[in-house]
Antibody, heavy 126, light 107 residues
Framework: QVTLRESGPALVKPTQTLTLTCAFSGFSLKNRGMGVSWIRQPPGKTLEWLARVDWDDDKYYSTSLKTRVTISKDTSKNQVVLTVTNVDPVDTATYYC??????????????????WGQGTLVTVSS | DIQMTQSPPSLSASVGDRITITCRASQMIASYVNWYQQTPGKAPKLLIYASSNLQSGVPSRFSGSGSGTDFTLTIGSLLPEDFATYFCQQSYASPWTFGQGTKVEFK
């Protein structure tokens, strides 16, 4: 059974660094074709993909946030960590982690997000 | 970044209706589109991947189609639990991007 759970502070002050942890079970980030992504959703708005780390430690980032976001994995602990530096009230959102899985469509490959954590609401306010 | 334009932003429907949601990509993305359903206060749930493949456990009243720039999600006959918000997402190129969402409401 695949599960993911996000943890981190509920309230962060502007200019601080936000650190979120995704603890997962039921799969391994050592296996080819596996990854973990972070996605956020401001209240009442759409989803925004932030970053992904893959089984081979390749990392990918949002264009608009790549100077402030870092993703890392600890395969021994089955955890993925996201840091967001210099936060602002516009970073207030529910933050989700999700398993990213690579699917072979007869020779070419597509990623999708098949399991999600419950999300954690982070408010940025002084 | 690839833009995903979803329409309509909302629609009103009744139980038993057939509905279609569309998503248009700003460039050709083959079949690299996934669809998700989100109910209030919950995480999104994967419905369709690679444009037309039904995720395991998802009812067959959900279907997807399209290739290139135009994609559709169809619900064949709405049930009460289908009133939710639906998002398309492209994974053709990083950064991945989502549509703005379509909220399906009771008429």
């Amino acid at each position: 059974q695949v599960t993911l759970r996000e943890s981190g502070p509920a309230l962060v002050k502007p200019t601080q660094t936000l650190t979120l942890t995704c603890a997962f079970s039921g799969f391994s980030l050592k296996n080819r074709g596996m990854g973990v992504s972070w996605i956020r959703q401001p209240p009442g708005k759409t989803l925004e993909w932030l970053a992904r780390v893959d089984w081979d430690d390749d990392k990918y980032y949002s264009t608009s946030l790549k100077t402030r976001v870092t993703i890392s994995k600890d395969t021994s602990k089955n955890q993925v960590v996201l840091t967001v530096t210099n936060v602002d009230p516009v970073d207030t959102a529910t933050y989700y982690c999700a398993r990213s899985r690579l699917y072979d469509i007869g020779g070419y490959y597509l990623w999708y997000l098949d399991y999600w954590g419950q999300g954690t609401l982070v408010t940025v306010s002084s | 970044d690839i833009q995903m334009t979803q329409s309509p932003p909302s629609l009103s429907a009744s139980v038993g209706d057939r509905i279609t949601i569309t998503c248009r990509a700003s460039q050709m993305i083959a079949s690299y589109v996934n669809w998700y359903q989100q109910t209030p206060g919950k995480a999104p749930k994967l419905l369709i991947y690679a444009s037309s493949n039904l995720q395991s456990g998802v009812p067959s009243r959900f279907s997807g189609s399209g290739s290139g720039t135009d994609f559709t999600l169809t619900i064949g006959s709405l049930l009460p639990e289908d009133f939710a918000t639906y998002f398309c997402q492209q994974s053709y190129a990083s950064p991945w991007t989502f549509g703005q969402g379509t909220k399906v409401e009771f008429k």
